[in-house]
């Protein structure tokens, strides 16, 4: 064989002889870095499970207490209880037991309504919406029939248009021209309050109750909103100075409770406030908030 073939071959097995235990370090090095990195993924992954767990609970509570404003909702509007506060339970919403009350509510939109009196049936209320072809809004009128033979003075008045309708700045007119609060969404379900301070709006008394010819004053405004609306004119609330008289109403404001028991303990709870029309027992969701 020649002599340059023999130098190679003496040449690898010198550097395979050099190279003797090099592997170790590498290996050792490779240990290490896993060490470091397998605990931390190892923790990550308990912790990502621990996540699951606790979103997988979450919502399973959400939707038992969902389901428990909805039976609420249900409630009100299909077997309306006599006496308020009810409340009852539902045992097995997904595994777990959900408590639900409903009560009346004097807070609407943040500003309190107030009781009617037990002569509330002396204000009539009547409202309606009509479209203005010219303008492209709606007149809105609201017309308050006293059918008592006495003045009533005007506390204040609330109106809480149908949903997706907005108040046109500056259109007020007939027992004011006063620019009302706007409460709730303006885009949504919201409340235009007029409250009067002195001298409050009057009144005047019925002429003739007796052969029913009585005296009604107008409240207008107009409405900007969808074109061929043919529904209701939203919900009215008028209080009077009168103490008798209190608060009258289109509508009844209640509130929804819904809570979730856990290992009988209170967990997710969720607050609805509703309108219920106390002519057909339409229910309005007006707000509905997570404890």
């Known amino acids: 064989m020649h002599k340059s073939v023999y130098g190679i071959i003496r040449f690898c097995k010198s550097a395979c002889h050099e190279r003797e235990g090099q592997a170790l370090p590498l290996m050792l090095v490779l240990m290490a870095v896993g060490g470091l990195v397998i605990g931390p993924s190892l923790s990550y992954m308990d912790s990502g499970l621990k996540s699951g767990s606790l979103i997988e609970r979450r919502t399973k509570e959400l939707y038992a207490v969902d389901a428990g404003l909805e039976h609420g909702f249900w409630t009100l509007r299909n077997s309306p209880p006599e006496e308020y506060p009810l409340s ?9 037991p ?5 009560s ?3 807070v609407l939109w943040g500003f309190t309504i107030g009781p009617s009196g037990v002569h509330s049936d002396t204000l009539l209320l009547y409202a309606s919406m009509v479209w203005n072809s010219a303008r492209h809004d709606y007149d809105y009128t609201l017309a308050i029939t006293n059918t008592n033979g006495s003045v ?8 809480t248009p149908p949903s997706d309708f907005s108040y046109v700045a500056g259109s007020t007119s007939g027992i004011t021209n006063l620019t009302p609060e706007i409460r709730g969404d303006p885009n949504g379900n919201m409340g235009l309050i007029w409250d009067f301070d002195t001298p409050r ?9 007796n052969k029913g010819i009585y005296s009604t004053v107008y409240h207008r405004f107009r409405l900007t909103g969808p074109e061929g609306y043919a529904g209701g004119a939203g919900y009215i609330w008028v209080a009077a100075e009168r103490e008798d008289i209190g608060t009258v109403s289109t509508a009844a404001a209640l509130k929804v409770v819904a809570q979730v028991m856990r290992d009988g303990v209170p967990s997710t709870t969720a607050t609805s406030l509703v309108l219920r029309d106390n002519a057909s027992g339409d229910i309005l969701v007006g707000s509905w908030q997570l404890n």
Do not use: E, F, K, R
């Not at 009852?88 to 777990?96: A, E, I, R, S, T």
């Not at 959900?98 to 409903?102: A, F, K």
């Open 88 to 96: 009852y339970q539902l045992p097995d919403v997904n595994g777990m």
């Open 201 to 209: 709006p009057t009144i005047p008394g019925a002429p003739n109750a």
């Open 98 to 102: 959900v408590n639900v009350t409903l």
């Open 152 to 159: 009533v003075h005007i506390d204040y008045v609330m109106v």
């Open 104 to 106: 009346m509510s004097n």
